[in-house]
């Protein structure tokens, strides 16, 4: 496919990541499996390998199958707060992926220098212009902000702040973008603004490649935008990790039970250990049931607001040619918009 202005922008992007095309899909735990890092690969993009929180043993099987079946470089993304994470640490130090991106929690100076030291490149998400000050300075190769438009776990800041603070700065390592991502359209601007390239989750859990419940996707498809909700957080007492996530029974279940555990704690019938403890536990298992049983109503159901952008299941080439070919006119009208303007 032609892509003759969007090479002229993208290129910094795919040095960084030894792919045709610098688009990320992001690393989704439960969906970002060998089979859909393969099949984003297969276009030319650059697929994500999520470690959740499996087994080291199983993360270093599941590197290995990438390795086996995939021509091109990706990654693997690691949950530094996840109970697992030496153990995933170590299978990818050991392993021949060449490229490790650390998401959850923020990782530290140690962390980022023992992949560099085995020879990865390291990525990092940042969420405020602090914290991407921060991973420049602990030595990661590059930054994706990622705006709390997106789904699972998030910041609190939009994509469309962090660009203003972040991207336009000259922080002299590439900077991918994501949040709210989904069309070609969107992509031609930001690699206008300056990024690297981007990321992009819901749009490819809609792909027919995909192994995420088809209930799932029904649902993805059926989604309107403001029903991406983020999690709310009551009182500072009982703190929130945000997660956007579609909503359904379970999230007004868990508002209620955030409202109930402060009453108890107000009137001095459960301490606070216990009460985050009920928090934290409330939603474990969600996202498996969601995801892989297929449970929409009970599950987490997690996604960006782009869901409201996508409304059928594609063919992953499919979605490649709509990307580029949509990129690709949008760049061709904004140089006919502006020699107007000069002319």
């Not at 108890?264 to 250990?273: W, Y």
Request: glycine share 10%; aromatic share 6%.
């Amino acid at each position: 496919m032609k892509t003759t202005c969007l090479d002229g922008l993208w290129q910094k992007g795919r040095d960084f990541l030894g792919t045709r095309y610098p688009i990320m899909c992001g690393a989704m735990t439960w969906i970002s499996d060998a089979t859909l890092v393969k099949a984003v690969s297969d276009q030319g993009g650059f697929g994500c390998l999520a470690a959740g929180n499996m087994p080291g043993e199983a993360l270093a099987a599941e590197i290995e199958k990438c390795v086996a079946q995939i021509q091109g470089p990706f990654a693997v993304n690691l949950v530094t707060i996840a109970p697992n994470f030496p153990a995933h640490k170590a299978a990818v130090m050991a392993s021949k992926a060449p490229i490790v991106i650390f998401a959850g929690n923020f990782p530290k100076r140690r962390d980022v220098e023992e992949m560099k030291a085995a020879g990865k490149k390291v990525l990092s998400f940042a969420s405020t212009d602090s914290i991407a000050d921060q991973m420049v300075r602990f030595g990661v190769d590059g930054l994706i902000l990622e705006g709390s438009e997106a789904g699972g776990h998030i910041g609190h800041v939009s994509l469309m702040i962090l660009l203003q603070q972040v991207l336009f700065l000259d922080l002299k390592v590439p900077v991918f973008v994501a949040g709210g991502i989904a069309t070609g359209r969107m992509l031609a601007h930001m690699l206008l603004m300056g990024a690297a390239g981007v990321q992009m989750g819901t749009r490819f859990v809609m792909s027919a490649e995909c192994n995420a419940h088809p209930k799932l996707k029904e649902r993805f498809a059926k989604a309107r935008a403001r029903e991406a909700m983020s999690t709310p957080e009551y009182d500072k007492r009982l703190p929130i990790v945000a997660v956007r996530a579609l909503k359904n029974k379970s999230t007004e279940e868990f508002g209620r039970l955030q409202l109930e555990l402060l009453q108890l704690m107000n009137e001095n019938k459960i301490g606070h250990s216990e009460a985050q403890y009920k928090v934290e536990s409330f939603w474990m298992g969600g996202l498996r049931k969601a995801a892989v049983e297929g449970d929409v109503d009970r599950g987490s159901c997690m996604a960006g607001q782009s869901v409201g952008l996508v409304d059928k299941i594609q063919p992953m080439q499919e979605i490649f040619a709509e990307l580029l070919g949509d990129a690709e006119r949008e760049l061709e009208a904004v140089k006919t918009r502006l020699a107007a303007i000069g002319g």
